[in-house]
């Protein structure tokens, strides 16, 4: 990966063990350790480019860095380069697998290469393409045959994540129906076609969830420990938060919760849309989020007028994340799309019921409580409608589970006992590289 500023930071052991020129600029390769593994980690240096404040793709404004083309055709110069065992690093890949746009020119300029790795191109959020400018592409001295229709052209601009859709070996999402989805104009962000067209080498594989940091049983930012032997001990984790919340600490109010950047993607405006059906029936929601500003003041505006009902807290917390995970009897998870999404795996596995749009991840890690093909396997509320009618109906589904206690603690220890392991994931992706 990139040596970005707060990598270096924390990777102060790492050692420099070659020395290469790209692009005019003098780069390190800096060899250190994925945390706690034995797994080798090289850290591409070139302090010009990625040892600036800042996040890795955007400035402190929050928009993008003016040189980000130049930034990631290097980085995928650095990458080509070890790829082909032309780093001084005495080792060469038998697969390369890249992800998302930053990476895709990669794919492309190994494309040509004899003796190459096999490549895997996985994109996590269709919507980030990587789009430039054609003095950008000129700027970068790439073979002009690379600007058509057919190669990394996208109308009129350079687009870095066709390059990995059109040139790698193989294409992959974090979810099946993602894999599906964007094949489609609604869910294709501009490249269904494309998608479609490459749909022989297009899969998808869901992404597991840390099931260490995300344990019930061991948790140590949760009030109360338990798993689905002793349930019970979730309770102390609603009456401690709907304290710390100033909400009616009261077992018999169905809590709702969400945890999310605050966007349109996310279908916050959905969760706004229904607050006052949340309030007319006695229900209660927390919101831990941050992002469009608006949302954040319709939902502080909310909390102000409905203190008994709902709560919010504008930020970024990890440990309050957790706290509401544990405490919530449901999870709102909305999404217009969401490639993977993490919320509704960490949620089942607190026994805390996602109630979520049939999209993407989601639709293939929620089974929902009236499906008939799962009877006895139901683990959340799955709802199809992009709208307030949709999410208002899976709301009153949610309130009928909660009034039926022996089904509303079944689904609860169905989705404890979900299996959302990286092991799993990762036997998907071995079996990917080995065809
Ligand atoms: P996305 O990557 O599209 O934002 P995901 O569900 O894939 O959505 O992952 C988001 C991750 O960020 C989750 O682990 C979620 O718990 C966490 N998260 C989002 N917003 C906050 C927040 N305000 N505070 C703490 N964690 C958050």
């Not at 052991?13 to 945390?35: C, D, F, G």
């Not at 294409?171 to 501009?190: K, L, M, N």
């Not at 209660?284 to 003041?297: N, R, Y």
Request: some cysteine; proline content about 4%.
């Amino acid at each position: 990966m990139p040596a970005y500023q707060q990598v270096k930071q924390q990777q102060q052991q790492a050692t420099p063990v070659a020395s290469i020129e790209i692009m005019q600029h003098k780069v390190t390769i800096l060899e250190s350790r994925l945390p706690e593994t034995a797994i080798p980690l090289w850290l591409i240096d070139c302090p010009a480019l990625y040892d600036r404040a800042g996040n890795p793709y955007v400035n402190e404004m929050g928009h993008s860095w003016p040189d980000n083309a130049e930034r990631f055709a290097l980085f995928c110069h650095a990458i080509v380069s070890i790829a082909l065992d032309n780093a001084q690093l005495e080792w060469q890949p038998d697969i390369l697998h890249c992800n998302d746009w930053h990476t895709g020119l990669a794919c492309a300029l190994l494309e040509n290469e004899t003796v190459r790795p096999k490549t895997i191109f996985t994109i996590h959020n269709l919507a980030y393409q990587g789009l430039f400018s054609r003095e950008d592409f000129l700027a970068l001295k790439l073979p002009e045959y690379l600007w058509s229709f057919e190669s990394i052209e996208y109308n009129g601009q350079m687009s870095f994540i066709k390059a990995g859709i059109v040139y790698a070996d193989r294409v992959t999402t974090v979810s099946p129906t993602y894999a599906r989805e964007i094949q489609t104009p609604q869910y294709g962000a501009g490249l269904h076609e494309l998608l479609k067209y490459h749909a022989g080498k297009l899969s998808g594989i869901i992404n597991g969830v840390n099931e260490e940091e995300w344990n019930p049983a061991a948790d140590k930012k949760i009030a109360s420990n338990y798993s689905a032997n002793n349930i019970e001990n979730k309770q102390n984790n609603k009456l401690s938060l709907q304290k710390e919340f100033g909400l009616a600490a009261d077992l018999q109010a169905p809590l709702f919760s969400v945890v999310s950047r605050l966007a349109e993607q996310k279908g916050i405006d959905l969760i706004l849309s229904i607050i006052n059906e949340i309030v007319d029936n006695q229900a209660q929601l927390i919101i831990l989020g941050a992002g469009e500003k608006q949302m954040e003041s319709a939902f502080l505006a909310a909390a102000k007028m409905y203190p008994n009902n709902i709560a919010v807290n504008i930020g970024y917390n990890e440990k309050l994340a957790h706290k509401i995970t544990a405490a919530a009897d449901f999870f709102l998870m909305p999404s217009r799309y969401e490639p993977c999404g993490l919320n509704q795996m960490y949620s089942q596995r607190y026994g805390t019921i996602p109630v979520v749009r049939r999209t993407g991840g989601l639709a293939d890690t929620v089974i929902d409580s009236n499906d008939k093909d799962h009877t006895d396997n139901h683990t959340g509320i799955v709802f199809d409608e992009d709208s307030r009618e949709g999410l208002s109906g899976a709301f009153k589904q949610a309130l009928v589970l909660f009034s039926n206690p022996s089904i509303f603690k079944k689904i609860m220890i169905n989705g404890m006992q979900q299996d959302f392991s990286w092991k799993k994931s990762a036997l998907a992706y071995i079996d990917l590289y080995k065809t």
